[in-house]
């Protein structure tokens, strides 16, 4: 299923909420100040095995989400995410890196992409940064690109 932030929103507007128990895999498009949606919508995606992430952050959305609660997806069922959107190395660029990193049980592969307007320097430590990020699942694998 492909969705964007306002279809979040719709669809987390209907009470009760649906369940998307036979999802198992998701792109998403959304804003950085989204994230908060994203986590309500993982609770009801009990199965999702796959996915994909786009996020934006117009100069107005750089405020971080806070990580509170762990979806029943990344528990049980999430097994590969990709953030789709080159990271630069803001916090609010790393926090959802960390999120499915130190939260997924089974996830086996997280895909990243750096900013190709980075120079040398900054792109290897935010690669360095990355790739020693602690994972909660013993067969992770961070792939940065």
């Known amino acids: 299923m492909k969705i964007i932030h306002s279809t979040f929103r719709f669809i987390l507007k209907i009470k009760p909420l649906p369940q998307f128990c036979n999802l198992s895999c998701l792109e998403a498009k959304l804003y950085f100040w989204d994230m908060d949606i994203l986590l309500q919508f993982l609770e009801i ?6 996915l ?3 996020l934006s952050h117009p100069s107005m959305s750089l405020r971080q989400t806070r990580f509170t609660h762990v979806a029943e997806c990344l528990l049980s069922s999430l ?6 959107s080159p ?6 660029e790393i926090e959802p890196v960390r999120y499915f ?11 990243l992409r ?6 040398e320097e900054d792109s290897v430590a935010l690669r360095d940064l990355l790739l020693a990020l602690p994972t909660l699942s013993s067969a992770c694998e961070i792939v940065v690109c």
Do not use: R, Y
């Open 79 to 84: 097994e590969f995410v990709e953030i789709a």
């Open 87 to 92: 990271l630069g190395g803001l916090p609010v």
């Open 101 to 111: 990193a130190e939260n997924s049980v089974v996830l086996k592969k997280l895909s």
């Open 52 to 54: 994909i992430l786009d």
């Open 45 to 50: 995606c009990p199965n999702l095995t796959s």
């Open 114 to 119: 750096l900013k190709p307007s980075m120079d």
